[in-house]
């Protein structure tokens, strides 16, 4: 370890309105409000989809975020905050009829959901969701800025990959293929039509969220999915598995995450470097691959804003067996990069300065050319891996661990960085283990080490999923699985880029 040095990089702060600057999102909003922005909402439109229960326990929940909410009674100060008001936090007015109602049989999804073929219940189920959307869209101009799937707890309980239907509730099976049959199917083909689209069932994860998501994603309309036990805590009483945030936190939670995929933002990077981007790599594997195409490749582009967009690239022979890493091809990389310029370009009239590339494996030389072929001569082009571990640990004498933003610089192109730890904002560790260091190295181009330390800590304040103070991973990294599951949870079509707001 000899040159190893150690250093703390400062808690980045957020911006809020009036150009006021915190720590925690939830001081901003608190005290400030989110900052102005033209593409902030005017107020919450939001349609619904699900039962007629569904509808009263949404209009019931948004009449309770009107007023205050008390912090829940457990737990230390630091981490506690009351509500106080959906308008007295965000500024606009959010009604308590929904905009549009999509209205689920649901008695017809309860049964659809404890089919005995899982591929066929799950689908299904989202059937019904998919349906009623668009039914509306076809019948009605009028469009929500975001869609509330709402699910009843059995949804979501025998809506995932790992679910099982008790015996004595189970529905029988229609008649499928099965799902051995259906992927050899899909594999060699079939001279029958009808067994090809009965087969296709079987091309979709076993995952109501993200097939839902991935069916919807042609029709540009941004969705969130809800549990109705989330918005009415009581219901969940049948089910005492549940483990359920206080009111106040849902409440802070899900406004901050609705307020984000209506259009608006809830806070920034506060010291914004300008004409700076951020890129995620994503692969995800294949489950029925044909051939040597066994992997789905995409990138996720970020701005200090908070803006970002996925593009997903080509299906191919991107994994290896081998030596268990993803690769792309040359003119796939460089496809891929030139679609991630392009739409910064559109949306900032100029290329990036500087455009880094976070990805969790080495970028082969072929792979590198491709994306360094198609960034103008004028930007500075880094390619940065990260990777979680356990080889290191580092101590601190008493009883609490390190603070967040330690790193120990290794050298002038590695270091470990200790994005979760202690955090004093908080007066804690948010962890039940040593916490572990993210291994950081700049593989490709020139960087300093320190400034791509500080700008991957300030990333980790991007997920407008809640109102948390921080994630353990940066927003190019947090979310690779989620938006890989989503791309792949379906045949693996051509998808345009969308707004990353689409995906979570």
């Known amino acids: 370890m000899k040159g190893w040095r150690l250093v703390h990089i400062d808690e980045p702060q957020l911006a809020f309105g009036f150009g006021q600057k915190a720590e925690h999102p939830k001081d901003g909003l608190f005290l400030f409000g989110p900052p102005a922005s033209n593409q902030n909402p005017a107020r919450m439109d939001i349609g619904i989809i699900g039962t007629t229960r569904a509808t009263a326990i949404y209009e019931s929940w948004v009449q309770s975020i009107q007023a205050t909410i008390a912090e829940a009674e457990k737990g230390k100060p630091e981490n506690k905050m009351m509500w106080p008001g959906f308008q007295a936090v965000f500024g606009i007015p959010w009604p308590a009829k929904p905009f549009a109602f999509c209205q689920i049989d649901g008695a017809e999804l309860s049964r659809r959901i404890r089919g005995a073929d899982r591929h066929e219940a799950i689908y299904k189920a989202v059937d019904l969701y998919e349906e009623a959307l668009r039914r509306y869209m076809r019948e009605e101009e009028a469009r929500p800025q975001l869609w509330y799937a709402i699910v009843p707890e059995e ?12 015996r004595d509730i189970r529905e029988p099976a229609k008649g499928g293929l099965g799902k051995r049959v259906a992927q050899r199917i899909l594999r060699e083909g079939s001279l029958f039509p009808e067994e090809v689209e009965a087969a296709a069932i079987y091309e979709y994860e076993l995952n109501f969220h993200n097939q839902l998501k991935a069916r919807l994603l042609d029709t540009k309309q941004v969705i969130q999915v809800v549990r109705e036990t989330t918005l009415a805590p009581l219901l969940a009483e049948e089910d005492s598995r549940r483990s359920l945030q206080d ?6 939670n899900l406004t901050t995450t609705s307020f984000y995929k209506s259009g608006g933002r809830p806070w920034r990077i506060a010291d914004v470097r300008e004409d700076v981007c951020y890129v995620g790599l994503l692969y995800k594997l294949i489950e029925n691959a044909k051939g040597r195409d066994n992997a789905c490749c995409g990138a996720q582009m970020f701005l200090a804003s908070g803006d970002g967009v996925v593009f997903k690239g080509a299906v191919g022979p991107w994994y290896s067996q081998t030596n268990d890493q993803y690769q792309l091809s040359k003119a ?14 559109e949306m900032h009239g100029n290329p990036p300065a500087e455009l880094f590339i976070h990805g969790q494996a080495a970028f082969g030389d072929d792979e590198w050319s491709g994306f360094a072929s198609t960034v103008p001569e004028g930007t500075k082009l880094v390619g940065v891996r990260i990777k979680r571990q356990t080889e290191i640990k580092l101590f601190r ?11 120990m610089i290794a050298g002038t192109r590695k270091a470990y960085l ?4 202690f955090t004093p904002r908080l007066n ?13 190295d700049i593989v490709r181009g020139e960087a300093d080490i320190e400034r791509v330390l500080a700008d991957l800590l300030a990333l980790t304040k991007l997920n407008f999923n809640n109102a948390g103070f921080s994630d353990g991973l940066p927003v190019t990294l947090r979310f690779a699985d989620l938006v890989g599951e989503i791309l792949t949870a379906g045949p693996t079509d051509n998808t345009p880029p969308l707004p990353f707001k689409y995906y979570i």
Do not use: H, I
């Not at 009111?247 to 802070?252: E, F, K, M, Q």
């Not at 796939?332 to 370009?345: G, I, T, W």
């Open 155 to 166: 949804v979501f309980r025998y809506g995932r990959p790992q679910s099982s239907v008790p």
């Open 247 to 252: 009111p106040a936190s849902v409440a802070w």
């Open 332 to 345: 796939k990389a460089a496809e891929l990069m030139d679609m991630v310029v392009k739409a910064y370009k």
């Open 397 to 407: 004498f008493g009883d609490r661990p390190v603070l967040r933003g330690t790193a």
């Open 418 to 421: 200790w994005s979760a730890g």
């Open 428 to 440: 804690t560790y948010p962890g039940r283990e040593v916490p572990n260091p993210l291994t950081v």
